[in-house]
């Protein structure tokens, strides 16, 4: 029978791999986008970046510097003993200490660090209950670089698609060089104030060179990534072509009377694992298999 | 034309911050201090209190960095130390600068036309790294000579790092008032217009 320390150990390892190599999309759209710069300044600030995922794996560090604070999406089978929660959190605090992870947990009030990244509500943990006879666990590490330059507007109808349009070049112009761009925009379209974020985040879970299955919503991605990579910004802010690796959209039937959009912005380092827990202990990684 | 990568020493001569020219790229020797949102809040207060600092930051190359450090016996070595996103320190840069006196300030994104014009009147420069860059950045840096108000926490407190070809940096602002992120903004701002065209906005 599975029991919490096997959740610790499976969570350590996901902190592990997902903070050390980037997912194959984000890598692979990287990749693309160093050999796409011509220009001096941002050839060199891609340079950079590949060189650094390189020496990263190789050496097996953390890519950067920021572990973000850990937020966690689990999905159980529907009959499951074990205490998951239980054995995430200590695994958090294992891998802050091994791995090792940067504690930026604080209290937001009185910034107190209590060095673990362990704290009221933290990790954070979204639940799901699937069909599936394994444990799902993903973990977004996400730094607070491009968390900060997330928004919501909530949106009147008539303002419609031109409206979501308007708020999207908004809020990369007024990111700017801020979020360690070249990003990755997840929008989160309907809903409420709340699911259009959570869904905002969500979409940063989908690889980035997969499209939404709605082929409105499709459009949509296409039609904004192409947009946003006209303006210029370039990587690290300091000019080039790629703004954007890419932009994802997941969305909600809404109330007839709002249109809320969310945009959660992910940095370069669009850094998600996946592991699997088998009912008999065993460990699988979709996102890391190396 | 490209110019050679230069190399200098901190603490930084004032006469070789204001030579530096926007888009060369740099590489630092000797001591580098980390410092962020924490450091400026603490030191300014310190001041005004009339209270001590714990570093001279007189000429220095101040990194607005957060690392990931780790002890090894007695010894802290620095995991990993790329910037942080130096616009959360707009508010207090300008003061920072005028009161404490450093010669560089290295981080990522940029600052606001403040600190740009703080740095053209007491000579300093920004040097901009690449974010994220972390594992490539700690390569740079050869020891740790120390840690002060580790109270703030890991990555708030003033590590004292000493530096050997720490880079590649460049020169995104410079001590004579021009920033490369202003030159880039006036550009998307030009771009924008054709970005509001393909997608149907006024």
């Not at chain 2, 703080?118 to 840096?141: D, F, W």
């Not at chain 2, 021009?178 to 970005?195: D, G």
Request: charged content about 25%; aromatic content about 4%.
């Amino acid at each position: 029978m599975l029991t919490e320390a096997d959740i610790t150990k499976a969570t350590v390892e996901l902190l592990r791999r997902t903070v050390v190599r980037l997912p194959g999309d984000v890598e692979e759209a990287i990749r693309k986008a160093y050999a796409a710069e011509t220009d001096e300044v941002p050839r060199m600030q891609m340079k950079a970046i590949v060189d650094n995922i390189d020496l990263a794996a190789k050496t097996s560090t953390p890519m950067c510097q920021d572990t973000g604070v850990t937020i966690f999406y689990v999905s159980l089978p529907r009959k499951c003993e074990v205490d998951v929660e239980k054995g995430i959190v200590e695994g958090v605090r294992k891998a802050t200490k091994e791995v090792p992870l940067r504690p930026n947990a604080v209290h937001p009030i009185t910034r107190k660090n209590p060095g673990d990244n362990v704290g009221e509500r933290m990790p954070f943990i979204n639940w799901k209950v699937h069909d599936k006879d394994y444990i799902e666990i993903t973990v977004m590490t996400k730094g607070a670089g491009s968390e900060n330059m997330s928004a919501l507007a909530m949106l009147t109808p008539t303002q419609g698609v031109k409206g979501i349009k308007e708020f999207a070049l908004n809020t990369v112009l007024k990111a700017g060089s801020n979020p360690c761009p070249p990003t990755i925009i997840g929008m989160g379209i309907g809903g409420s104030a709340d699911i259009s974020m959570k869904l905002a985040k969500e979409a940063l879970l989908r690889p980035i060179n997969v499209r939404n299955k709605d082929p409105e919503i499709a459009k949509l991605e296409t039609e904004l990534l192409e947009a946003m990579n006209m303006l210029g910004i370039g990587p690290m802010g300091l000019g080039g072509k790629t703004t954007l690796l890419g932009l994802n959209i997941e969305y909600a039937f809404c109330h007839t009377a709002s249109l809320p959009v969310a945009i959660n912005v992910q940095c370069w380092a669009g850094r998600r694992g996946t592991v699997r827990i088998s009912p008999d202990g065993k460990t699988a990684y979709p996102t890391h298999e190396r | 034309m490209t110019k050679m990568p230069k190399r200098l020493k901190t603490p930084l001569a004032e006469k070789d911050v204001r030579a530096l020219d926007l888009g060369e790229t740099v590489y630092l020797d000797g001591v580098i201090f980390t410092g962020r949102d924490e450091v400026h809040i603490h030191a300014l207060e310190h001041l005004e209190k009339g209270q001590k600092i714990p570093v001279d930051f007189k000429g220095s190359a101040l990194f607005h960095c957060g690392p990931i450090a780790r002890k090894v016996g007695d010894k802290w070595e620095i995991v990993a130390a790329g910037p942080t996103t130096s616009g959360r320190m707009n508010a207090l840069e300008p003061q920072f600068i005028e009161k404490f006196r450093p010669g560089a300030i290295i981080g990522k994104g940029g600052m606001s036309q403040p600190t740009v014009d703080a740095m053209k009147k007491h000579g300093c420069v920004y040097l901009a790294i690449t974010g994220g860059a972390a594992v490539l950045a700690a390569k740079g840096i050869k020891s740790v000579s120390g840690v002060e108000w580790f109270e703030l926490g890991m990555p708030e407190a003033i590590w004292i790092l000493n530096a050997d070809n720490f880079g590649p940096l460049t020169v995104a602002i410079d001590a004579k008032g021009n920033s490369l992120y202003a030159a880039v903004n006036a550009k998307v701002k030009e771009n924008e217009q054709k970005v509001r065209a393909k997608l149907g906005l006024k």
